[in-house]
């Protein structure tokens, strides 16, 4: 085995980036492949709550870097999906007490035992920034459809570029589509024409997301929900599955029907 | 033999200019000459002029990691060869000092801009964060998105979309002019001139902006124009 490492930025915090790293994960673990997330937001990390894992620390991924345990002691494996293991970040430290080198060593090191390795790299585009891109073999870079994600998105992925880790993979996360159909929201096609680069995955807005989350499940695991049916697909797409993007508009109920009979 | 590593104060911070030889050799002495300063140096802006070497992007990356570990920064990478001008640039990193600092400086920049000063291609898409800065003209093949700025002495003529801030004649020259594919910048200069771009109706077409009796205009491009 040699691990693919994907690593999941966005510029801007708070559109998605831990949940699709949890979610990615967990649904490649549930395909049978053996994962491990790294959280690399050191000192404020959260990757661990969104799997439902924080009570089970003992070491952390600072505690590797820094010798005072060995990699498998500080890997946490999920309950559920026996083949997904969790690197957590230092709560109590800042990113400087990690650095690129050292994120290059520790995913060489885990390379053989593993087929994928993601990254949840933390906002903005300093040193943590750096960390989580160094390893990287894929990029994806996450954004909402809204201005303010877009433009940090597009700056992020000029990093990406300059540092000859692209092309870059985009995931659209949050899509309204009923705000993008009376124009009041960007549309998938306006932010493709701005960022030019691949689209990975499209994820509608999904109140499941933030229950799950909450209660540390990744939203994968409820077969109900469309952002984790999106998810799946976007695993899929990764593993080179060519999979249709789904409808994000809701048809079910009677008006969905119609909607749909009066479409075809 | 001439030393590897020069020192020079400059008005931007310190000038760094390296002699012959490899770029690995080159790079040692540089970081050890660093380390011997140290203490004395911390805090100063950069420039460093490699002459001839061609460096890649993980090169410069790795220069200005170390220059950033030594608690300075890298503003700046002079170098005789276009590649490795283009990768710094991709970086961020200025290509000429002068316009080291990160603020424009007009007035003076004033006294030094001619028309029709030396210009410079981009061949890529400069995204958000990316800002080009010349003395002369600037040339971009590719789309300016928001975010992105362009600073020039002379014209800038965007072969794309431009939706960045520009500045042209930044000097105060007004006969500058922008082209550019589609333009509608998030705000357009020339000279002294600040104005936005109106929300445009239908389809994007080529267009040129100048400044016309005090203000500054943008028409669709025609062929047929006498004056340029």
């Known amino acids: ?264 | 033999m001439q030393p590897k590593v020069k020192i020079k104060g400059i008005r931007e911070g310190l000038l760094i200019i390296l002699g012959d030889g490899t770029w690995v050799e080159l790079l040692e002495a540089l970081l050890e000459h660093l380390d011997d300063q140290g203490e004395f140096l911390k805090g100063a802006h950069i420039a460093v002029d490699v002459g001839k070497c061609v460096l890649d992007a993980q090169d410069l990356l790795d220069l200005r990691n170390e220059i950033s570990n030594r608690q300075l920064e890298l503003r700046a990478v002079l170098s005789v060869s276009p590649v490795t001008e283009h990768n710094a640039q991709s970086l961020g990193l200025a290509i000429q000092i002068g316009i080291l600092s990160s603020e424009i400086e007009l007035p003076t920049l004033g006294t030094t801009l001619q028309e029709g000063g030396e210009a410079i291609l981009v061949r890529r898409t400069l995204r958000s964060g990316y800002s080009i800065k010349n003395a002369g003209h600037v040339i971009i093949i590719g789309d300016v998105n928001p975010g992105a700025e362009i600073m020039a002495g002379g014209d800038v003529l965007v072969w794309g979309k431009l939706r960045g801030v520009v500045h042209a004649g930044a000097g105060g020259n007004e006969n500058a002019v922008v082209c550019a594919l589609d333009l509608s910048p998030t705000q357009l200069r020339i000279a002294g001139l600040i104005s936005l771009t109106p929300k445009r109706r239908g389809k994007p077409s080529p267009e040129m902006a100048h400044i016309k009796e005090g203000q500054v205009v943008a028409e669709p491009w025609d062929p047929k124009r006498e004056r340029i």
């Not at chain 1, 952390?60 to 969790?86: H, N, S, T, Y």
């Not at chain 1, 998105?153 to 540092?163: F, N, T, V, W």
Request: hydrophobic share 45%.
């Open chain 1, 1 to 264: 085995m040699t691990a693919k490492v994907i690593t999941v930025t966005s510029g801007k915090g708070g559109v998605g980036k831990t949940t699709a790293t949890a979610n990615l994960s967990a649904a490649m673990a549930d395909s049978g492949k053996k994962v491990v997330c790294i959280d690399a937001d050191i000192g404020l990390r959260n990757l661990d709550v969104a799997l439902g894992l924080e009570n089970r620390i003992v070491y952390d991924l600072v505690d590797v870097v820094e010798g005072r345990c060995r990699i498998r002691q500080a890997m946490i494996r999920d309950k559920r999906l026996p083949e997904l293991f969790l690197i957590p970040a230092a709560q109590t430290r800042d990113k400087s007490a990690v650095s690129p080198s050292d994120m290059i060593k520790l995913c060489d090191e885990l390379r053989a035992d593993f087929d994928w390795i993601f990254i949840d790299s933390p906002a903005g585009i300093e040193r943590g920034f750096r960390n989580s891109v160094a390893p990287a073999d894929h990029i994806i870079v996450i954004t909402n459809p809204e201005v303010a994600a877009v433009r940090d998105a597009d700056r992020i992925i000029g990093l990406i570029e300059a540092e000859e880790k692209g092309p870059a993979l985009l995931i659209i996360n949050r899509i309204k589509p009923g705000m993008v159909r009376r124009g009041e929201m960007l549309s998938v096609e306006d932010i493709l024409e701005l960022l030019a680069v691949e689209l990975i995955g499209m994820v509608p807005d999904d109140e499941t997301v933030m229950i799950n989350t909450n209660r540390g499940i990744p939203v994968i695991l409820d077969g109900k929900s469309k952002a984790g049916q999106a998810f799946r697909n976007v695993a899929l797409r990764l593993s080179g599955t060519q999979v249709p993007f789904m409808e994000l508009e809701d048809q079910r109920g009677f008006i969905g029907r119609l909607k749909r009979i009066i479409r075809n």
